[in-house]
């Protein structure tokens, strides 16, 4: 049997095609203002005997293609826990959630920790502080790898924190600083939300933001325990929505 | 239901309504009852009388109190279960909750209050300064009491513009406190007399006792059939029947959720259910949820699962006790009254391991699965406690969910989540 899980996020809608528990395909395209549709594309492609939803669009997409939907901490939990047997917690940083995820022995979610409705500390808000520094994402992780030390960001908040950046650069602070704070700020808070959900290690760290080679130095710093980070860190969630999908491939009731 | 033949707004123009902005108050809700109670299945029959009632909750209702006013009644709004029925019911007097369940004209509210107050403060203060609640328009005298800072204060803003009367809670459980209470129910009885004219007798005390402990007897016997498995009812439609409580009318409610609680006796009986057998279920603990306030119900069974209980002042708080029947004087009967009322575990007391046994014994009792604790962000009190509640719940052996939000609906998609996602490791 042929699955299709789609990841269906804020910033971009993933497509793994699973056959048998193996990768034959996967895509990641742009949200855009229409998900949905984007999420068309990879349905039309008729190459697959069932389809499973996760992220936000989950029920929008059960509801147009049919199959079935799972949420974003069962679809991470699961493909993570396949791509890393060990794995004792998972760390999803997304656009517009961050979510922490402690493992069972089998791979069963036992806790799980998500931030409230503001984008405080996800991909999101870096794309936000990028901009208010002049920097791509790419520039502004290296630049907080390069600087030596942090200026210390107060603010989680997206629209706050924007003001302070802009207030720090009129100061004539430095932007790598700058960018090293930020990014000491949301791994302080990630690290806050994994301790209060008892995560252990290995970590997997997937989703988006685990692209970010300076997010996940200041992960790895500050957490006791082993990090791994997926190859392709921004299709665990697609993945792990295959893999839930239940053996009888006709739509559930729920 | 009702075929909306009777046209309410005379009486409305009387209380001195904003119509235009009532009647938009009332679509709104109408749209969410619809959405959130007319889409379920296999629903009591039973529920067609709270159908109604909410079909008419502006309207018949507020005619009743009209009539009753006219013909020389008073009517009290409250807005908290410390506030002893009874003794409003002694007197002849009336008793209604008050419209603090939805979001409404928080602009006006923060030109006097700090945006950093819980929903329900600001939402009666925005019903009240719109001119769309005609419960309070209709309240003779609000009757306030000092279960938070927030409410306290908000208390003096409304007696700018109100009838206001304030009863002070203990915030303790000692026997000074109670002699305090004591003292306070005194007080509140010698107000409620001056107001009513009327003279509070240990007959008529004596009656209202047991007027109102029948009304919860009704509730407690609903509350005990959701713990069968399939659930006979739905949290949302047990949970409006707590909501109603505070509104309706007390004999002729008792009479209707009596012939409900024997309708679902039967389903009980006959294994008939809500939702399937085996549909996962929760425990819902927290800051109340007033009327119209069913969006974390809403999103719990719209994901699968059944709420088979509610440890809150909408909910178990409001029947669980009963006032003694025994007393014969109207001194003893006022110190029962006292007794019950500070037995109620708010989380405005220090300490308050009451609520924490109250929760772990109904999980266990109702079958739950697992318990979600909700606040209100801003209420300082159950979010302080929301720790311990966590931490005694999890000790007890089940996996609890913390959720804080308000009453927008901005988070809904986010909460549904986390919801599901709870539910999924259930």
Redesign the interface.
């Known amino acids: 049997m042929r699955v299709l899980g789609l990841d269906i996020g804020s910033r971009s809608v993933d497509a793994v095609w699973l056959q048998d528990g193996r990768i034959v395909d996967w895509e990641v395209a742009d949200s855009g203002f229409d998900p949905g549709s984007v999420a068309a594309v990879f349905v039309d492609r008729g190459a697959h005997d069932a389809i499973v939803s996760t992220g936000?669009g989950r029920h929008g997409a059960r509801e147009r293609f049919g199959g079935t939907a799972?949420?974003?901490?069962?679809a991470y939990g699961a493909g993570a826990s396949v791509l890393f047997p060990d794995a004792a917690s998972v760390l999803d940083i997304g656009g517009q959630?961050t979510k922490v995820i402690s493992l069972g022995p089998s791979g069963?979610?036992?806790?799980?920790e998500?931030?409230?409705?503001c984008a405080a500390g996800t991909g999101k808000f870096l794309e936000v502080m990028a901009r208010a520094l002049g920097f791509t994402l790419g520039e502004m992780a290296t630049a907080a790898m390069i600087a030596a030390s942090g200026v210390a960001i107060s603010s989680m908040c997206t629209v706050f924190a924007e003001s302070e950046v802009t207030g720090l650069v009129h100061k004539g602070e430095d932007r790598a600083r700058i960018a090293r704070g930020l990014h000491e700020s949301i791994a302080k808070r990630t690290l806050g939300s994994l301790k209060r959900v008892s995560a252990r290690g290995p970590l997997v760290f997937a989703g988006g933001v685990a692209k970010n080679p300076a997010m996940v130095a200041l992960i790895a710093e500050g957490f006791a325990g082993e990090v791994l980070v997926p190859v392709e860190a921004q299709i665990v969630g697609a993945f792990g929505a295959a893999l839930s999908c239940p053996q009888d491939p006709a739509p559930r009731m729920? | 239901m009702s075929d909306q033949a009777v046209d309410y707004h005379p009486v409305w123009t009387e209380l001195g309504l904003d119509l235009a902005a009532h009647d938009a108050l009332l679509r709104a809700v109408g749209e969410l009852f619809g959405d959130a109670y007319l889409t379920q299945q296999n629903r009591p029959q039973g529920m067609d009388y709270l159908n109604f009632v909410m079909s008419e909750v502006h309207g018949l209702r507020i005619k009743e109190l009209d009539d009753y006013r006219k013909s020389g009644g008073t009517v009290f709004g409250t807005f908290c279960l410390y506030v002893p029925e009874e003794i409003i019911r002694a007197a002849g007097g009336w008793c209604v909750g008050l419209c603090a369940g939805a979001e409404f004209a928080y602009d006006q509210v923060e030109q006097i209050m700090p945006r950093n107050t819980c929903a329900l403060i600001k939402s009666f203060m925005g019903f009240k300064l719109a001119k769309v609640c005609p419960y309070i328009e209709s309240a003779d005298l609000v009757i306030g009491e000092t279960t938070c800072d927030g409410k306290k204060k908000a208390y003096e803003l409304l007696g700018d513009i109100h009838n206001v009367y304030v009863m002070e809670l203990p915030q303790m459980k000692r026997e000074q406190d109670l002699a305090m209470w004591r003292g306070e129910i005194r007080a509140l009885m010698a107000k409620v007399e001056e107001v009513t004219g009327n003279t509070i007798t240990a007959e008529s005390l004596k009656a209202s006792i047991k007027e109102v402990n029948d009304k919860r007897r009704a509730l407690q016997r609903i509350a005990a059939t959701r713990a069968a498995d399939p659930a006979p009812i739905s949290g949302k439609d047990a949970l409006l029947a707590t909501q109603v409580a505070f509104y309706d009318d007390v004999p002729r409610f008792t009479q209707m959720m009596n012939a409900l609680a024997d309708e679902l006796e039967a389903r009980v009986a006959a294994g008939e259910g809500v939702a399937p057998k085996g549909a996962k279920r929760v425990l819902v603990t927290g800051t109340p949820m007033a009327l119209p306030n069913w969006k974390l119900h809403d999103i719990i069974e719209k994901?699968?699962a059944v709420v088979v209980g509610e440890e809150m002042c909408t909910g178990s708080r409001y029947y669980q006790d009963l006032v003694s029947e025994d007393a014969s004087t109207l001194d003893a009967m006022v110190d029962d009254i006292a007794e019950k009322y500070l037995d109620i575990n708010c989380a405005c007391f220090t300490p308050n391991q009451g609520r924490l046994d109250d929760v772990v014994r109904m999980a266990k009792e109702l079958g739950a699965d697992g318990v979600i604790d909700y606040s209100l962000q801003f209420c300082g009190l159950y979010e302080m406690e929301s720790n311990a509640v966590e931490k005694t719940v999890r000790d007890a052996g089940f996996?609890v969910l913390k959720i804080?939000t308000d009453y927008s609906m901005?988070?809904v998609?986010?909460l549904a989540?986390?919801v599901?996602?709870f539910l999924?490791?259930l």
């Open positions: 936000y799972v949420t974003e901490i069962t959630d069963k979610v036992i806790d799980f998500m931030n409230d409705k729920t | 994901a699968g996996p804080t901005e988070d998609g986010q989540t986390r599901e996602a999924e490791i």
